[in-house]
């Protein structure tokens, strides 16, 4: 490898800084690099950079295939930069620090575990109530006690008859007791922490709950850290309400009160900007110099230089000693502010959607913090309380306490399906998959990231706010999509190709396929605590809506890989506002639509009114193969915990049947260790991502000789992929291969069974495997006549033709058969449902009062249908593009 690998702010140009550091991952050709260790940075002028690197993925004969690269915060960050494994020698570990900052430290004792960045280091007790004692920026204490509060109501308002003054809220406090030193370098650190909620009143009659997971990102010298919060929901949803999750930070303030300066930021780089004593506006001046040193932020000159008829009279202006900003929709922030409690709020102003930001310091020193995703999750919460004492307390409220409580209990009494017969009934009317007890979101998770500043002093205004726009949206290095593409990962797609008018007009439709999604959230208000990231499965022409409220065609769950998608979307442009669509879409389904503890754990809830409704519970939700690109792409250790969580997801088999109410042999089949029904398709193919992943990712043998073992066992198989489902033997971790029967479902290939497929033909090399698999692709969309000949009878149950095109166009490419491209483009030109002409590709205005609010129409009806149509044209281009009509 040589050292001319580009790396690309993915919004553009350079941000001004830094503040905290960064990283990133990228893949590397099989057998180009030895190791992580070999690699170095340099910037745009070729000078070396500080850096580290570890591996995330290694390619079966050992070489690195993918690492994560940190670099230092800076204060001048270069416009791109160039990752090398040869050439040069790397600077020391460190590297050359930015102006007042040094090396990253991490120092370990048996009660505390200490990190320096060089701006700032901060204790961390190994247990206790605190996730960290204490934060010092230049020698001062600028936060202390940073601890996780949660809020526990015991029902609904409208539920009981006493009204909201009967019931009953019970206040909890995180309690860390695990803390490890996860990553440790001269450029990066990362510290894990682990707990639960425990109630303050002993006597609450309440156990501990909602497990979290909170982790701290440091780098060498940094101002600000990253804090990544996830918990579980592990209550019951029919007797406890969560009322109230966040993150509070005693605040020590040293100054005098008009000294002391409140900053929230409001919508598009708004700010509000106060003294918790102010100056200004008073019937007597105090002084021009004196006002504009409180507005900036600056020191006010001595009391004695001030107008006495104000410096004389301080104590009779009010201190503000409590400031609040409330975000409890999409669309609106309201901020207001006290004296102290007993005493009316006063209303300052509101907004649209607040930055999610606030700040609170001295001219000795503060603390900030911003909420990445602030308004997109509503109802937040941002508290400053006690600013007019020596100790202050901020609050980063998650779910805020003046929402309504969270009702995670089922929408409906389950309308008498009380048994499999009754539910199918139901799902041919609603498609909802009904199942008592199984709509049930005990399990589900959520993640939030946070930014924490350690300030010296008041900032200019304007630093705050790109503060508050980094928080928000934190900069991000990228490869470009020519190299990715270059080191051949995650299989069959090409960089963005306009070179010819028939590519040009399909890079339009996925153009506009993305654009209307994008703009169906910002309409739709697809915005919320356990919503956001997700889109909806099909639309409702009637009513002019999505089907929010119709079984299962509301919430898509990665119904038909959405996720697959975008990401390959993202891969091939290079787009920033693709890769965050993806980033929320990931984020979101694998916390919130798949189980995190439980029965269930490990399995991800089919597309439902609610993420958690549906009554199938399976892999094909859950899959790594929608979680790899963001951890790959990103070396995000929380996607790591997901993928680990699913190592051993093959265990799921022996408690839940996925097909259990369709089953055909249901009357003799007995789930046991040595003969579970696995399908070949949805279920194979998750399993396989999993064991893939794993084995990239740690070398594990048990991952290796499944994925292996299984692929053999399906090239054994007398109709390979077309058996449809094979006995799986747990323990072994193989499939009998003696079944001799044909069962072809249209949804076996479409939930990453292709892309895993791909993969695994060039990575192994099990001649096979790949017979069956070419067979199955060639086959699928065949002539009746073509699988008789080939198989002895037609295939039954093919749907999606649009979909399954691109496995034509696999086995064309392949075989190198140019009757099979043909066929294959034939095939996705005619089968498209609803994306098959052009018209398609338009938009409708619909107006009130046939609305609520002014929305954009289009005729597609289904993500399904947008999915595997932009994952059909990205395969076919990369397979098949020269063939096309």
């Given at each position: 490898?040589?050292?001319n690998?580009?790396?690309?702010?993915?919004?553009?140009g350079?941000?001004?800084?830094?503040s905290?550091?960064?990283?990133w991952?990228?893949?590397?050709?099989?057998g180009?690099?030895?190791a992580a260790?070999s690699?170095?940075?340099?910037d745009a002028?070729?000078?070396?950079?500080?850096?580290?690197?570890?591996?995330?993925?290694?390619?079966?004969?050992?070489?690195?295939?993918?690492a994560?690269l940190?670099?230092?915060?800076?204060?001048?960050?270069?416009?791109?930069?160039?990752v090398?494994?040869?050439?040069?020698t790397?600077?020391?570990?460190?590297?050359?620090?930015?102006?007042?900052?040094?090396?990253?430290t991490v120092?370990e004792?048996a009660?505390t575990?200490t990190?320096?960045t060089?701006?700032?280091?901060?204790?961390l007790?190994?247990t206790?109530?605190?996730?960290?004692?204490?934060?010092?920026r230049?020698?001062?204490?600028?936060?202390?006690d940073a601890?996780?509060v949660?809020?526990?109501?015991?029902?609904i308002?409208d539920?009981?008859?006493?009204?909201?003054?009967s019931?009953?809220?019970?206040?909890?406090t995180g309690?860390?007791?695990?803390?490890?030193?996860?990553?440790?370098g001269?450029v990066?650190a990362?510290v894990?922490?682990e707990g639960?909620?425990?109630?303050?009143?002993p006597?609450?009659?309440?156990?501990s709950?909602?497990?979290?997971?909170?982790?701290?990102?440091?780098h060498?010298?940094?101002?600000?850290?990253?804090?990544?919060h996830?918990?579980?929901?592990?209550?019951?949803?029919d007797r406890?309400?969560?009322?109230g999750?966040?993150?509070r930070?005693?605040v020590?303030l040293r100054?005098?009160?008009?000294?002391?300066?409140?900053?929230?930021?409001?919508a598009?780089?708004?700010?509000?900007?106060?003294?918790?004593?102010?100056?200004?506006?008073l019937?007597?001046?105090?002084?021009e110099?004196?006002?504009?040193?409180?507005?900036?932020?600056?020191?006010?000159?001595?009391?004695?230089?001030?107008?006495?008829e104000?410096?004389?009279?301080l104590?009779l202006?009010?201190?503000?000693?409590d400031?609040?900003?409330?975000?409890?929709?999409?669309?609106?922030?309201?901020?207001?502010?006290?004296?102290a409690?007993?005493?009316?709020?006063?209303?300052?102003?509101g907004?649209?959607?607040?930055?999610?930001?606030?700040?609170l310091?001295d001219?000795?020193?503060?603390?900030?913090?911003?909420?990445?995703?602030f308004?997109?999750?509503?109802?937040?919460?941002l508290d400053i309380?006690?600013?007019a004492?020596?100790e202050?307390?901020?609050?980063?409220?998650l779910y805020?306490?003046?929402?309504?409580?969270m009702?995670?209990?089922?929408?409906?009494?389950?309308?008498?399906?009380?048994?499999?017969?009754?539910?199918?009934?139901?799902?041919?009317?609603?498609?909802?998959?009904y199942?008592?007890?199984?709509?049930?979101?005990?399990?589900?998770?959520?993640?939030?990231?946070?930014t924490?500043f350690?300030?010296?002093?008041?900032?200019?205004?304007?630093?705050?706010?790109?503060?508050a726009?980094?928080?928000?949206?934190?900069a991000?290095?990228?490869?470009?999509?020519?190299?990715?593409?270059?080191?051949?990962?995650f299989?069959?797609w090409?960089?963005?190709?306009?070179s010819t008018?028939?590519?040009?007009?399909?890079?339009?439709h996925?153009?506009?396929?993305?654009?209307?999604y994008a703009?169906?959230?910002?309409?739709?208000?697809?915005?919320?605590?356990?919503?956001?990231?997700?889109?909806?499965?099909?639309?409702?022409?009637?009513?002019?809506?999505?089907?929010?409220?119709?079984?299962?065609?509301?919430w898509d769950?990665?119904?038909?890989?959405?996720?697959?998608?975008?990401w390959?979307?993202?891969?091939?442009?290079?787009?920033?506002d693709?890769?965050?669509?993806a980033?929320?879409?990931?984020r979101?389904?694998?916390?919130?639509?798949?189980?995190?503890?439980?029965?269930?754990?490990?399995l991800?809830s089919?597309?439902?009114?609610q993420?958690w409704?549906?009554?199938?519970?399976?892999?094909?939700?859950?899959?790594?193969?929608?979680?790899?690109?963001?951890?790959?792409?990103?070396?995000?250790?929380?996607?790591?915990?997901l993928?680990?969580e699913?190592?051993?997801?093959?265990?799921?088999?022996?408690?839940?049947d996925?097909?259990?109410?369709?089953r055909?042999d249901?009357?003799?089949?007995?789930?046991?260790?040595e003969?579970?029904?696995?399908?070949?398709?949805?279920?194979?193919?998750s399993?396989a991502a999993?064991?893939?992943?794993?084995?990239?990712?740690?070398?594990?043998?048990?991952?290796?000789?499944?994925?292996?073992?299984?692929?053999?066992?399906?090239?054994?198989?007398?109709?390979?992929?077309l058996?449809?489902?094979?006995?799986?033997?747990?323990d072994k971790?193989?499939?009998?291969?003696?079944?001799?029967?044909i069962q072809v479902?249209?949804?076996?290939?479409?939930?990453g069974?292709?892309?895993?497929?791909?993969e695994?033909?060039?990575?192994?090399g099990?001649?096979?495997?790949?017979?069956?698999w070419l067979?199955?692709?060639?086959?699928?969309l065949?002539?009746?006549?073509?699988?008789?000949?080939?198989v002895?009878?037609p295939?039954?149950?093919?749907?999606?033709?649009?979909?399954h095109?691109?496995?034509?166009a696999?086995a064309?490419?392949?075989?190198?058969?140019?009757?099979?491209?043909?066929?294959?483009?034939?095939?996705?030109?005619?089968?498209?449902?609803?994306?098959n002409h052009e018209?398609?590709?338009?938009?409708?205005?619909?107006?009130?009062?046939?609305?609520?609010?002014?929305?954009d129409?289009?005729p597609?009806?289904?993500?399904?249908?947008?999915?595997?149509?932009?994952?059909?044209?990205?395969?076919?281009?990369?397979l098949?593009?020269h063939?096309?009509?």
């Amino acid at each position: 490898m040589t050292d001319n690998t580009l790396i690309r702010w993915i919004d553009g140009g350079a941000p001004s800084e830094i503040s905290g550091g960064t990283t990133w991952g990228m893949p590397f050709a099989r057998g180009s690099v030895a190791a992580a260790s070999s690699l170095s940075v340099t910037d745009a002028g070729g000078a070396f950079v500080a850096s580290q690197a570890w591996p995330l993925a290694t390619w079966p004969d050992g070489s690195l295939k993918w690492a994560g690269l940190a670099l230092p915060a800076t204060s001048s960050p270069s416009e791109a930069y160039h990752v090398g494994s040869d050439g040069g020698t790397p600077p020391q570990a460190g590297g050359e620090p930015a102006a007042g900052g040094g090396s990253l430290t991490v120092t370990e004792t048996a009660d505390t575990l200490t990190v320096d960045t060089g701006n700032l280091h901060m204790v961390l007790n190994r247990t206790g109530s605190t996730l960290f004692s204490s934060l010092v920026r230049g020698g001062t204490e600028v936060a202390r006690d940073a601890r996780l509060v949660s809020l526990l109501q015991d029902g609904i308002a409208d539920d009981k008859d006493g009204g909201a003054g009967s019931l009953k809220r019970d206040a909890f406090t995180g309690e860390v007791t695990a803390v490890v030193l996860e990553h440790s370098g001269p450029v990066r650190a990362v510290v894990r922490l682990e707990g639960q909620h425990r109630p303050d009143a002993p006597d609450s009659g309440h156990d501990s709950w909602l497990p979290f997971v909170v982790r701290f990102y440091f780098h060498a010298n940094a101002r600000s850290v990253r804090m990544v919060h996830s918990f579980i929901w592990d209550g019951d949803a029919d007797r406890d309400f969560l009322a109230g999750l966040g993150v509070r930070f005693t605040v020590p303030l040293r100054a005098e009160l008009h000294n002391r300066h409140v900053r929230i930021a409001g919508a598009d780089g708004g700010f509000l900007t106060e003294g918790v004593r102010g100056l200004t506006g008073l019937r007597r001046d105090p002084g021009e110099e004196i006002r504009r040193a409180q507005v900036e932020g600056r020191p006010t000159p001595p009391l004695a230089g001030w107008n006495p008829e104000v410096s004389e009279r301080l104590h009779l202006i009010p201190a503000w000693n409590d400031y609040t900003l409330s975000q409890l929709t999409a669309d609106g922030f309201e901020l207001r502010k006290r004296t102290a409690p007993g005493h009316a709020w006063v209303g300052i102003s509101g907004g649209t959607r607040s930055a999610g930001f606030c700040s609170l310091t001295d001219t000795l020193g503060g603390f900030g913090v911003g909420i990445k995703d602030f308004w997109q999750s509503h109802p937040g919460q941002l508290d400053i309380r006690n600013a007019a004492t020596d100790e202050a307390s901020l609050t980063a409220w998650l779910y805020s306490p003046e929402a309504q409580p969270m009702d995670l209990r089922f929408y409906h009494d389950g309308l008498g399906q009380d048994t499999f017969e009754e539910q199918l009934e139901g799902l041919e009317v609603t498609y909802e998959d009904y199942e008592p007890g199984f709509g049930n979101a005990r399990g589900i998770a959520r993640t939030h990231e946070l930014t924490l500043f350690a300030y010296e002093s008041t900032p200019a205004t304007e630093s705050l706010a790109a503060d508050a726009a980094s928080a928000s949206t934190p900069a991000l290095l990228q490869a470009t999509p020519e190299y990715l593409h270059s080191v051949g990962v995650f299989g069959n797609w090409d960089p963005v190709d306009r070179s010819t008018p028939a590519r040009a007009e399909l890079e339009d439709h996925l153009d506009f396929l993305f654009d209307f999604y994008a703009g169906q959230v910002e309409q739709r208000r697809w915005y919320g605590f356990w919503n956001y990231g997700d889109v909806m499965h099909t639309y409702d022409h009637d009513r002019h809506v999505w089907r929010y409220d119709v079984g299962g065609y509301a919430w898509d769950n990665s119904e038909l890989s959405p996720d697959l998608w975008l990401w390959y979307s993202y891969l091939r442009s290079g787009r920033a506002d693709i890769f965050r669509f993806a980033e929320a879409m990931t984020r979101h389904t694998g916390e919130v639509d798949v189980y995190h503890l439980g029965p269930w754990k490990g399995l991800g809830s089919r597309h439902n009114v609610q993420h958690w409704g549906c009554s199938a519970k399976q892999l094909r939700i859950s899959t790594p193969a929608y979680r790899r690109f963001y951890y790959y792409l990103t070396a995000d250790e929380r996607t790591g915990d997901l993928l680990t969580e699913l190592v051993d997801s093959d265990q799921n088999f022996l408690g839940l049947d996925p097909v259990r109410k369709v089953r055909p042999d249901a009357d003799t089949y007995r789930p046991n260790r040595e003969a579970l029904g696995v399908g070949l398709g949805t279920d194979w193919g998750s399993l396989a991502a999993t064991w893939l992943t794993d084995w990239e990712r740690t070398g594990n043998p048990r991952s290796r000789d499944r994925l292996l073992g299984t692929m053999a066992d399906i090239g054994a198989l007398k109709y390979g992929f077309l058996t449809g489902e094979a006995l799986y033997d747990l323990d072994k971790g193989r499939f009998d291969t003696g079944r001799e029967l044909i069962q072809v479902s249209h949804l076996s290939a479409v939930f990453g069974l292709v892309e895993i497929c791909s993969e695994l033909v060039d990575l192994v090399g099990d001649p096979e495997f790949e017979r069956a698999w070419l067979q199955y692709c060639r086959l699928f969309l065949a002539g009746k006549e073509e699988q008789v000949e080939a198989v002895g009878q037609p295939l039954e149950g093919i749907y999606l033709t649009q979909a399954h095109s691109r496995l034509t166009a696999y086995a064309a490419a392949r075989l190198n058969d140019p009757d099979l491209a043909a066929r294959a483009w034939a095939s996705f030109a005619e089968g498209g449902e609803h994306l098959n002409h052009e018209s398609a590709f338009t938009l409708r205005r619909i107006e009130p009062p046939h609305v609520l609010l002014p929305v954009d129409e289009a005729p597609t009806v289904s993500t399904n249908d947008a999915s595997q149509f932009g994952l059909a044209v990205i395969q076919n281009l990369a397979l098949i593009g020269h063939h096309l009509p």
